[in-house]
């Protein structure tokens, strides 16, 4: 059973187009993460959300991007104006409290046409 | 930012002979390492990890290695099976931080019948 479960799976959009990734990690995560893979490159780390705020953010994770966890459960990625560049695999994650391991979700992957 | 390296794109071993998977890290404030295995369209698998203070970690077929004087870890997989075929990550963090990861770029291990 996966520690983290993501909606949809594989998205197309157009260029402009706002997008919203979903995830739902398992109850005991207490640390949230969004990380993306660029088709070929390695996975990046895009923001981490603890307590109901952002706890860090990488330099990809500019103002077109912005995470929440409205209900308690999901936990959505959305882009605001999608650019070609976004199309990635983005991988949503989740780590206990306490512990250092990072669970990953199986993936959303977007394709901006 | 190439904090985290794998320096082999790529590795082929036979079935049943050991796999040997490297990674070097530049940063000496990670003081905490992970392996995934990840398979096309696919998230990240976590599979083994080791803290700082250790120097070996085994789990059943995997090993994973540290020699923090030289920034070096490696995974060992033996025997090597053919459905460990798939791209493996090495990944680092520093604990008090956000646990947020860095990834190095992925070795891809085809282990042949």
């Known amino acids: 059973e996966p520690e983290v479960t993501q909606t949809p799976s594989h998205q197309v959009t157009q260029m402009g187009q706002e997008v919203i990734l979903r995830c739902v990690p398992i109850s005991n995560h207490l640390y949230f993460y969004w990380y993306r893979q660029i088709l070929g490159q390695k996975v990046e780390f895009l923001v981490s959300?603890?307590?109901?705020?952002?706890?860090?953010k990488s330099e990809i994770f500019d103002d077109q991007f912005s995470v929440e966890r409205p209900d308690g459960s999901n936990f959505t990625l959305k882009i605001r104006s999608t650019k070609l560049e976004d199309s990635a695999m983005y991988f949503c994650?989740?780590?206990?409290?306490?512990?250092?391991?990072?669970?990953f979700g199986e993936g959303s992957w977007l394709t901006v046409v | 930012d190439q904090q985290v390296k794998q320096n082999s794109p790529s590795l082929s071993v036979q079935e049943g002979r050991i796999s040997i998977l490297n990674c070097d890290y530049t940063n000496s404030m990670f003081d905490y390492f992970l392996w995934y295995k990840k398979y096309p369209a696919e998230g990240p698998t976590f599979l083994i990890s080791i803290s700082s203070i250790k120097d070996k970690n085994e789990d059943g077929r995997f090993t994973v290695f540290l020699n923090k004087s030289a920034k070096h870890l490696s995974l060992h997989i033996v025997p090597s099976q053919p459905g460990d075929s798939a791209v493996y990550f090495c990944a680092a963090s520093r604990a008090g931080n956000t646990g947020k990861l860095i990834f190095g770029q992925g070795t891809t291990l085809q282990v042949k019948p």
């Open positions: 994650a989740g780590r206990r409290d306490p512990g250092n391991t990072i669970y």
């Open positions: 959300f603890y307590n109901n705020e952002i706890s860090e």
